[in-house]
Structure formats: C-alpha cells, structure tokens
T-cell receptor, first 114, second 116 residues
Framework: NAGVTQTPKFQVLKTGQSMTLQCAQD?????MSWYRQDPGMGLRLIHY???????DQGEVPNGYNVSRSTTEDFPLRLLSAAPSQTSVYFC?????????????FGDGTRLSIL | AQKITQTQPGMFVQEKEAVTLDCTYD???????LFWYKQPSSGEMIFLIY??????QNATEGRYSLNFQKARKSANLVISASQLGDSAMYFC?????????????FGKGTKLSVIP
C-alpha cells in the first residue's frame, strides 16, 4: 500500500533556486495539505486543498505555491528558495465525510537551502 | 484561532511503567476533534488516537488512552506499560468542524524517552 508518497526524500538547494516537491496519494482522498516542521515549532500548515482545482493558504504560505489539477497529486513549489525555508516538509491527505478521519502523512522531504 | 499547548518538552519513563503526556487546547468552537501522533526518530508521522468533542467516553486504542477533560480543555495521552519502541516525539493536534476549517493545528510536541 503506497498511501502518500513524497519525492524527493532529501534535497539541497542554493538560495534563489526554485524547485517542486512532489506529493501523490492513491487513496482517492479529497483533502491534501502541506506542512513544514521546524525544530521546536511543531508542524505548521503551508497550503491545503479540499479537492481538484481548489487550494487555499495555511498559516505560513509565503514563498510557496501549490496547484491541484488531479485528485492524486498536490505539488508544492518553492519560487525562489531562501535559507529560512530549510525545513522538513510533510504532505498529508485524508478522506471526506466524518471529521474523525486522521490525516495520512508522507515520509517527509528534508530540504536544505544554502 | 485554535491553539494547542504541550508543556512538557521532554519526558522520561521507566520501561513497563505508564506515562501521561499533557495537552491543552484553546478554541471557541463547540465541535472539534483531538488527535495524537507519534513521530519516531525515522521521521514519519503515525496516527495514534482520536477524541471527538461530543464523545462521552474517553478514547482507547490498545496501550493508548486519552484522558479527555472537556471543561478543562485538556486531552492528555496515557501510554500504559511503556516499551522501548515508544521513545519518540508525540504531537497533539486539533481540528475544528467550522465551515472552511479542514486542517490540523499542532502543538510543539513532547519528546518521550523510555529507559530500560
């Protein structure tokens, strides 16, 4: 069972470079989200989507773009990488219906910006 | 806005003993859910247990139970019979059911270390 798949697992970028973190889920989930995890900060929501074609900002959206052209995929784009974006990024998904359904997380992408 | 507070940055527990990890929350919404996740050193986020605001009984899942005190706005995780594999970061999170609110708000986590 694949669940939520994130690629790459590790990435090093130079300041100013752009890149896309990939996220795919095979559970036909409506809701998908991107979080970043920094030491001592817990997980903070970057962007989320409630379905194909619908996205919205979370708590820390600056410097990131998202799109949701299909139910399965929810890529996160860094437009011009900055050292402050060094973090671990998690993609998550959950199904619709009852709100007690937990989010399923990918294994994370460790991103370093030099 | 919602807020989750985990006041214990780190905890130690002897193997086979029980341990309680604290979580308090703040929300003005009446309908919400509380989740606990485990993050081992390998980094993945593992869902442990869920408690709904209208649930009359405390949630239990194997060795995990949730001590839910709604009036005090606390949702403490109890791990019974601790094992070495329980050493990890533990995060409390909340979702409210208000329109347009679909996502989780996380606390900063508690690092649990189980001592043999």
């Amino acid at each position: 069972n694949a669940g939520v798949t994130q690629t790459p697992k590790f990435q090093v970028l130079k300041t100013g470079q752009s890149m896309t973190l990939q996220c795919a889920q095979d559970m036909n989930h409506e809701y998908m989200s991107w979080y970043r995890q920094d030491p001592g900060m817990g997980l903070r929501l970057i962007h989320y989507s409630v379905g194909a074609g619908i996205t919205d900002q979370g708590e820390v959206p600056n410097g990131y773009n998202v799109s949701r052209s299909t139910t399965e995929d929810f890529p996160l784009r860094l437009l011009s990488a900055a050292p402050s974006q060094t973090s671990v990024y998690f993609c998550a998904s959950r199904g619709g219906g009852a709100g007690n359904q937990p989010q399923h997380f990918g294994d994370g992408t460790r991103l370093s910006i030099l | 806005a919602q807020k989750i507070t985990q006041t214990q940055p780190g905890m130690f527990v002897q193997e086979k003993e029980a341990v309680t990890l604290d979580c308090t929350y703040d929300t003005s919404d009446q309908s919400y859910g509380l989740f606990w996740y485990k993050q081992p050193s390998s980094g993945e986020m593992i869902f442990l247990i869920y408690q709904g605001s209208y649930d009359e009984q405390n949630a239990t899942e194997g060795r995990y139970s949730l001590n839910f005190q709604k009036a005090r706005k606390s949702a403490n995780l109890v791990i019974s019979a601790s094992q070495l594999g329980d050493s990890a970061m533990y995060f409390c999170a909340m979702r409210v059911w208000a329109a347009g609110s679909y996502q989780l708000t996380f606390g900063k986590g508690t690092k649990l270390s189980v001592i043999p």
